[in-house]
């Protein structure tokens, strides 16, 4: 359907919509936006509505990087038009609002290097000329806290039950004390086309796992992923919680993934993974996998607080390795029949931009398969971890591995992986020079 008739169609049935919230995805996988009246809706589908250039590549305190000024300081504008099918009501708001996402152009309209949006779409294509169409499915973790709790204090039960601490994974109980706020958020998560297929309690005090349903629009599965995030913490606020994907937001405590579970379709709809030649691809992009790994972490842990979560002890994974139905890993097999082969990816924390983690997954899926790659032997399912060939640990290593790196340069392009590494490196020197609480409490009186 044309964006016009979208847009009249979606009037004629919310006539009491007053406002829109006009939105961009950024490379941080946070929405920057505009608010404005519901009657420039349709100028908009039109002629676009412009937005600073360097929106999708701020910084992800919404800062322009000092790395870029030389170049980007003037920050002309560009237009960004709507995307098709993400028109939506926003049902948790104080007034009758409707939200829709726009990707950006260039001058001469075509898709503009830095959005996300566009970043994925030049890995799909790859996908897109063998005949292959990946089918994807992400789920999120995310803590509940107490609204300007610094340092963070989990959340009490609403229904006036003690909090209980420590471990409650899959514990039913205490995800009836939330009951009526996680239906909140399924209710309006639906009411945005947002598939949720399960919400449970997850293994850290006040923690959550939300998935969403697996689809062959890998775009939209990206966005939603946006939108999911926006819907929790949404909810939470109208309810005086803070709702949090910080990776690593508690100390001595399990932190927030992101995983993703990931097949390929070939042209006739079959799984290429299934089967005795589909096992020997899904090796392929496994050994894919394993080898862009360390050269594509600075996409799976964005920030200084991403490497904090890389803990062994609290289930993250540090090592390329994969196995069958292993949660050690950072490439698990999980259970399944033949048609529905895939591989789980693990290493990501929630704070990340998901379409670029799905990039940058996709990609060294696609390199292991054309190069059959081998992705050596797999461990099985009680094995623990050989921590030899750890990930980069820290962020400014991360930096140095993606900028040396070939194939992510390859299939997300040196233009984008260059400016990245400048925002991300301006954004690490910032955070390097501060001092913090624990700098004071180790150094200040003792040296």
Known sequence: MPMTEEIQAFLEANPEIETVEVMIADMNGIFRGKQMPISGLKNLAKNG?????????????????????????????????????????????????AQIQVTMQDTDGSPFF?????????????????????????EYEFFLFEAGSVPPVPVSPPNGMAAATGANC?????????????????????????????????????????????TSDVEKACDDALLLKRAVKSVALKHGLLASFMAKPIFDEVGNGLHAHVSVLDAEGEN????????????????????????????????????RRFDPEWFAPVVPNWGENNRRLSVRLPLS?????????????????????VAAILAGAFYGMEEESDPGEPLGEFDLVDFAGVLPPRWRIALDVLEKSKIMRTYLGNDFVDLYLRVRRSEEEDFHRQISAADYENYLRII
Not at 54 to 79: C, H, K
Not at 192 to 204: D, F, H, K, R, T
């Open 49 to 97: 509505i412009p937005f600073p250039i360097t929106t999708p590549f701020l910084t992800t305190n919404g800062a322009n990087a000092e790395s870029i000024l030389d170049d980007y300081g003037s920050d002309p504008d560009r237009v960004c038009m709507p995307v098709p099918g993400t028109l939506k009501v926003v049902p948790w708001a104080s007034r009758p609002t």
């Open 272 to 307: 290429i993974f299934s089967g005795e030649e589909g096992e020997a691809r899904l090796a392929h992009a496994v050994g894919g996998l394993l080898r862009t790994m360390p050269q594509a972490t600075a996409f799976f842990a964005p920030n200084a607080n991403s490497f």
């Open 337 to 357: 029949d033949d048609a529905n082969r895939r591989f789980e990816h693990r290493v990501c924390g929630a704070d990340v931009c998901p379409h670029l983690v």
């Open 170 to 214: 899959y514990n039913m109980d205490i995800f009836y004390d939330f009951e009526g706020l996680m239906q909140e958020i399924e209710d309006g998560c639906r009411a945005q086309g947002l598939e949720v297929i399960g919400l449970v309690c997850e293994y850290g005090n006040g923690q959550f796992e939300v998935n969403l349903q697996h």
């Open 114 to 138: 830095m959005d996300p949006r566009t970043v994925l779409q030049g890995v799909l294509d790859h996908y897109s000329e063998k005949g292959l169409k990946p089918v994807i499915a992400l």
